[in-house]
């Protein structure tokens, strides 16, 4: 058990997913940076499709009641395992009783820790992913108990540790495919939409990101259809907006274009005020 | 089949079929057929489909080379058959129509020149179809509103629609199934509960179904709410034969 003394800023458990339920309006969900997730599982020797917990911006802090492995990645936070320093992206040793704290991120904005086994907590409709409306609780709060696979001694001889490349959280390129409306547009639409930068807005969250910089194009709603994490939605009022991983499963506004995987990793990165310049593959 | 879609790559592994005809009923009716279709011939190489109005998202394995699933769907005979899953229904949908529930219902009645009792029979009158479901868990969208209940969205979507919340928005009605913001006139409340995530399927309306709304009083919907609490409610839901 893990036991929860502060919930951070918005905690949750997350996998890849909560597939096959999208005809019924559920969305997908699932972690934020599947790739910095998919490093946090591979470190301590569990499939990818362990559930882990991201962390956002504000770290939570934790207190472990049996002995376990870790390993954190993703954003540049500064873990502590019982007030001594521990590194990145590196498997480590929880003893029992262990607090484990994470500061404030330098650069980036979500964590992921894994554990050994993976996290234990409810699992509905395929998935561990939390989900307003559709788990218990939309997020993790203080005083939580959290369930996580029992620790079988044996995995933790050989130390596991990568480095990361910084760029990975530096980078404004967000590469993306056209998308069904791209076409739609102008072609002087077409060309701001690509060369103009965009801010991303403070009201970004796990279901959108919003982007400033876009005013002067405009595109015209579309009879509803379906939509998916990565997604750009221009409004006729030129907002702009980026579907993330909670997104609707279908909407209105037309899709001018589709980040690749990697790109909607990067952007789950970036924070309020950074910007961002999208890449036509 | 009438009028083929048009494929587009939509991403990585996701494929998205267009009928470029607008809402219509029999197109959505070939789009819920087409997406049975590939369900039943193409289970492997899908993760799931997402009907919408006349257009359909298929989500691929990984694994799956699109252009490759295409040419195999073209050269596949385009042909169904109904299994017990794929039946339809006409579920019948309480509503109370009462001031606490309806807090828009007067907004209706004046924009289009009705009174309110004239909004409650107009609405509860259609047997609606269900096109697809969409915007929150177990939301339906639903075709045939009447054109004189027609009312625009407000201006500034509220903060909070309580859930089972029945509203307008322009030319379209549903059913608010969780509690959510929302910019739609709301004329009535239903007790029934439309998602439930620890039932298989989770939405209680499927795309294709049909639903009759009718009217019922605030002590009713009590009642039918104690008696979905301790599960003694039974849904009226017939098989539908069109």
Redesign the interface.
């Known amino acids: 058990m893990v036991k929860v003394i502060s919930g951070g800023l918005y905690t949750t458990i997350q996998d890849l997913g909560r597939y096959g339920y999208r005809k019924y309006g559920v969305p997908l969900g699932g972690v934020m940076d599947s790739y910095s997730s998919r490093l946090a599982n591979r470190l301590v020797g569990n499939n990818r499709t362990e559930a882990v917990m991201e962390i956002t911006y504000i770290g939570p802090v934790l207190r472990f009641d049996i002995a376990t492995e870790i390993a954190i990645t993703g954003a540049g936070f500064s873990p502590t395992l019982n007030n001594i320093e521990i590194p990145l992206n590196t498997r480590i040793q929880i003893p029992e009783g262990s607090i484990l704290k994470f500061g404030l991120p330098g650069y980036g904005q979500r964590a992921y820790l894994s554990v050994a086994g993976g996290f234990k907590t409810e699992y509905i409709m395929g998935s561990y992913s939390y989900h307003r409306g559709i788990t218990l609780k939309p997020s993790i709060d203080t005083g939580d108990q959290l369930s996580i696979a029992t620790y079988t001694n044996g995995q933790s001889e050989v130390t596991a540790s990568v480095k990361i490349r910084r760029s990975y959280f530096t980078s404004s390129v967000i590469e993306a495919f056209k998308g069904p409306e791209f076409n739609s547009l102008s072609e002087l639409f077409q060309q701001q939409l690509l060369n103009s930068v965009g801010v991303i807005l403070p009201e970004s969250n796990r279901m959108a990101y919003l982007l400033k910089g876009y005013e002067t194009l405009s595109a015209k709603e579309i009879i509803t259809a379906p939509v998916q994490p990565g997604t750009v939605q221009l409004m006729p009022s030129g907002r702009c907006a980026v579907l993330m991983r909670d997104a609707q499963t279908t909407g209105g506004y037309a899709r001018v274009l589709q980040l690749t995987e990697k790109a909607i990793n990067l952007l789950a990165q970036k924070r309020a005020g950074e910007e961002v310049q999208f890449k036509l593959l | 089949m009438k009028e083929p879609p048009i494929w587009?790559?939509?991403?990585?592994h996701?494929l998205?079929a267009?009928w470029n005809t607008?809402?219509d009923e029999k197109v959505n009716a070939e789009v819920l057929r087409y997406s049975n279709f590939i369900h039943q011939n193409f289970s492997k190489e899908i993760?799931?489909?997402?009907?919408?109005?006349?257009?359909?998202?298929v989500?691929l394995h990984e694994s799956v080379v699109a252009k490759q699933f295409l040419e195999e769907l073209r050269d596949t005979r385009f042909e169904t058959t109904k299994t017990a899953s794929e039946q339809r229904y006409i579920v019948s949908v309480p509503v109370c129509y009462k001031s606490d529930f309806a807090p828009d219902i007067a907004t209706i009645a004046s924009a289009n020149d009705l009174s309110v009792s004239e909004v409650i029979s107009f609405h509860t009158k259609p047997l609606y179809k269900v096109f697809?479901?969409?915007?929150?868990?177990?939301?339906p969208?639903l075709g045939g509103l009447d054109k004189r209940l027609h009312t625009p969205r407000k201006k500034t979507p509220q903060r909070y629609v309580e859930k089972g919340s029945v509203g307008i928005g322009g030319g379209q009605t549903g059913i608010y199934?969780?509690?959510s913001p929302g910019g739609w006139n709301i004329l009535g409340r239903s007790p029934l509960r439309f998602?439930s995530?620890?039932l298989e399927?989770?939405?209680l309306l499927?795309?294709g179904d049909y639903v009759k709304f009718f009217s019922v009083s605030k002590k009713e919907f009590i009642k039918i709410e104690a008696q979905i609490e301790n599960g003694t409610y039974k849904i009226k839901k017939e098989v539908y034969n069109g």
Do not use: N
């Open positions: 587009q790559k939509f991403g990585e996701v998205l267009t607008g809402i993760i799931e489909i997402v009907p919408a109005y006349c257009s359909l998202a989500y697809f479901i969409g915007f929150l868990p177990g939301f969208y199934t969780l509690d998602f995530s620890e399927p989770p939405s499927l795309a």
